[in-house]
């Protein structure tokens, strides 16, 4: 059973930063695919950056590319959210979700591990 724990959501204006945080039992960032979705009221749940196994290719939304980094510390079990210039759009729960093969073009109700989410909110 994979666990997965986020933290670091916030509220700030635009153009601030913040880091999330995803912390996953034992062996998980070496073994899964990691990644944040994220979803605003009314809206469906969208991918926003992953993170291959171990750590060394990743990839983003078009929307967040340029300004989110995901990146991952395979001591700790944890993968990270840089998010810089943030816009209100970037508003949401951001979800941390793994899955043993690679589910970018999946449908999220596909991915079996979620974390319960982070808030973040973004004013203008």
């Known amino acids: 059973q994979v666990q997965l724990v986020e933290s670091g959501g916030g509220s700030v204006q635009a153009g601030r930063s913040l880091t999330l945080s995803c912390a996953a039992s034992?062996?998980?960032?070496?073994?899964?695919?990691i990644g944040w979705f994220r979803q605003a009221p009314g809206k469906e749940r969208e991918g926003v950056a992953i993170?291959?196994?171990?750590?060394?290719?990743?990839d983003y939304a078009d929307t967040v590319k340029g300004r989110f980094t995901i990146s991952q510390d395979n001591a700790k079990n944890t993968v990270y959210l840089q998010m810089n210039n943030l816009k209100p759009d970037d508003t949401g729960m951001y979800y941390c979700?793994?899955?043993?093969?690679?589910?970018?073009?999946?449908?999220?109700?596909?991915?079996?591990?979620w974390g319960q989410g982070t808030q973040v909110s973004v004013s203008s």
């Open positions: 034992t062996y998980t960032a070496i073994n899964y695919y």
């Open positions: 979700a793994a899955h043993r093969i690679y589910w970018w073009s999946l449908s999220p109700n596909l991915i079996p591990y």
């Open positions: 993170i291959f196994p171990g750590g060394a290719v990743t």
